[in-house]
Nanobody
Framework: EVQLVESGGGLVQPGGSLRLSCVTS????????MGWFRQAPGKEREEVVR???????RYADFVAGRFTFSRASAENAFYLQMNDLKPEDTAIYYCAALEYLGYCPSTPDVWGQGTQVTVSD
């Protein structure tokens, strides 16, 4: 069973950067698509980015070139580099695994515990 552990959240000023990490165990390359989701207070959880089994990525429109999702295979880890952060990026960020079914499904099968990102002066 895949397990995901996020880290790297924190408090940052607008315009700042953070790098979120998602360390996996039980992960099999080619079996899972991976993604980051976020949930702001009072809002529904939304997708930030997903990566398919060929490492192709798809970002939400609100990312607008500010975030980069990458894989570090040797570390069994994934990273979300977030630059030019805005107050509206404040949320709990979740790493997620989506079992590949010939396509990446819309709903994750496995969630991490989440890491808080706060963008504020």
């Amino acid at each position: 069973e895949v397990q995901l552990v996020e880290s790297g959240g924190g408090l940052v000023q607008p315009g700042g950067s953070l790098r979120l990490s998602c360390v996996t165990s039980g992960y099999s390359y080619g079996r899972y698509c991976m993604g980051w989701f976020r949930q702001a207070p009072g809002k529904e959880r939304e997708e930030v980015v997903r990566m398919d089994i060929y490492d192709a990525t798809r970002y939400a429109d609100f990312v607008a070139g500010r975030f980069t999702f990458s894989r570090a295979s040797a570390e069994n880890a994934f990273y979300l580099q977030m630059n030019d952060l805005k107050p509206e990026d404040t949320a709990i960020y979740y790493c997620a695994a989506l079992e590949y079914l010939g396509y990446c499904p819309s709903t994750p099968d496995v969630w991490g515990q989440g890491t808080q990102v706060t963008v504020s002066d």
